[in-house]
DNA sequence: CGGGAGCTGTCGATAACCTGTCGTACAACT
DNA sequence: AGTTGTACGACAGGTTATCGACAGCTCCCG
């Protein structure tokens, strides 16, 4: 048993949901190089080929050259406009599906409407875990026919991300956003013990300040509504964090 | 999933419509880039195979290329007028079903002769789930006589894309326009939850501004007329959207 | 061409709900 | 028993949803 994840060591059982067997491609287009490399880091660790560009110009080239499977796109480019790199790019025939960043006030109307044909967006700041959500979601629609239904298990624990639907056996429970992302934070990564910083990181929207026990507090409601029917699924590892996953005998 | 109908048959519950063996093949002639990829991507992501043209000879090669079994057709073309890429296409002895696009004060009434056969027409701007029901509709009763009613069902709620009949139960109830397509989207997308902003964006036309609660506005007014009969089926998922489904247990 | 009916979207008041902070009680490890 | 880390009740402020009222618009009818 090992001391930091809390569980013993060797092949896990985990398996991606959307099993490919080439890696997803990921253009993320952001000027500023921070929030670029964060999508990037996180797209990897799951297991992603990521590039970043940083203006319009290096999208649309890396766009020719990486052949990306999906593209992250900030509408507020230094050179070309975000809609212009939009355009090119469907111009040039790539029907890449696309999500959008933009600002909460900017051009937020603008965007609306850019949803139509199966693409999203994503108001900054965002929570990384929604927007992977978010991609996965895209992805899985567009991949065409023969997509299902993304559902997660651990025990007798069930999350349904098309009709947000979580059932403890088959008691349907009700979850707030916040209590509804941990939850999905935590399933994704089960049988693995996250720290309540990974969990704020990814969660909650990046440059959030309240390094507070808010996510304590959330595990908590979360148990409540989780646990008051068989035993307990969220647990503990003292000094490190928290794990989702049946008790071990 | 049913060639004709387009839409699942048999004893189960919703049936998405990628999966129906051969897919649509639709041909898209726009002369503006955007309305036409937008067309084509709504399509593919119903699982569909779209091509664009964004002239009359360009559509003209490729109807001849790709033989498609439905071609969405704007009238205003900078070559060949629209009227002329339908007379060729009759005179090489296609049949193929046309929806026309027109502006709206254009030539609405010459374009409302043309729809006699299993052809019909929609006014610029539209609203992608319009033109995609009509599509479909157009599908269905081109396959010839005998063609199958499109019902949609939720519960004890009933919905006949043809008749544009919807009962709750035996009652029969009246819906505004605004009322039905947001209904239909809900149905149709049921039981996956929807976020507003997919609503708005399509169900309402292309261009809407509006940032306001219409969504919000439009199911309240949904709910006072199919809920006074029965329990609720349109359900709020707080800070994410609604849904149309059997209240669970 | 004028009047009326019905449809649609804006605004604003109200209600319902969600979220994070604080503080204290509790549990685990040493 | 002391020390550190965790659980969670209670509360206040903020956010989101609901829906009545209203005005502009379109369409229809005479």
Redo the contacts with the bound molecule.
């Keep these: 048993m090992c001391r930091l994840c809390a569980r013993p060591h060797g092949p896990t059982g985990r398996v991606p949901h959307y099993e490919r067997v080439e890696k997803v491609r990921l253009l993320v287009v952001d000027d500023d190089p921070p929030i670029a490399d964060l999508v990037a880091t996180v797209a990897r660790y799951e297991g992603w080929d990521a590039v970043t560009a940083n203006s319009g110009e290096e999208a649309l080239r890396l766009a020719g050259e990486f052949h990306p499977d999906i593209v992250v796109l900030d509408l507020m480019l230094p050179d070309v406009d975000g809609f212009g790199v939009l355009d090119r790019l469907r111009g040039s025939g790539t029907m890449v599906p696309v999500v959008f960043l933009t600002a909460r006030d900017g051009v937020a109307d603008r965007v609306a409407g850019l949803t139509r044909g199966g693409d999203d967006y994503l108001v900054k700041p965002f929570a990384v875990e929604e927007l992977m959500a978010r991609l996965r979601t895209v992805l899985r629609r567009s991949a065409g026919p023969g997509f299902q239904r993304s559902v997660l298990r651990v025990a007798d624990l069930t999350m349904d991300e098309d009709t947000r639907e979580v059932r403890r056996g088959d008691k349907l429970l009700?979850?707030?956003?916040?209590?509804y992302e941990v939850l999905r934070f935590l399933m994704r990564k089960s049988p693995t013990v996250m720290t309540?910083a990974q969990i704020l990181d990814h969660v909650?929207e990046y440059g959030?300040?309240?390094?507070?026990?808010?996510v304590?507090?959330?595990?908590?409601?979360l148990?409540?509504k989780l646990d008051d029917t068989g035993e307990p699924l969220i647990q503990?590892?003292?000094?490190?964090?928290?794990v989702i996953r049946q008790a071990a005998e």
């Design positions: 009700t979850l707030t956003p916040t209590e309540k909650w959030f300040g309240g390094r507070s026990n808010v304590e507090l959330v595990v908590s409601r148990r409540r503990t590892v003292r000094g490190f964090g928290y």
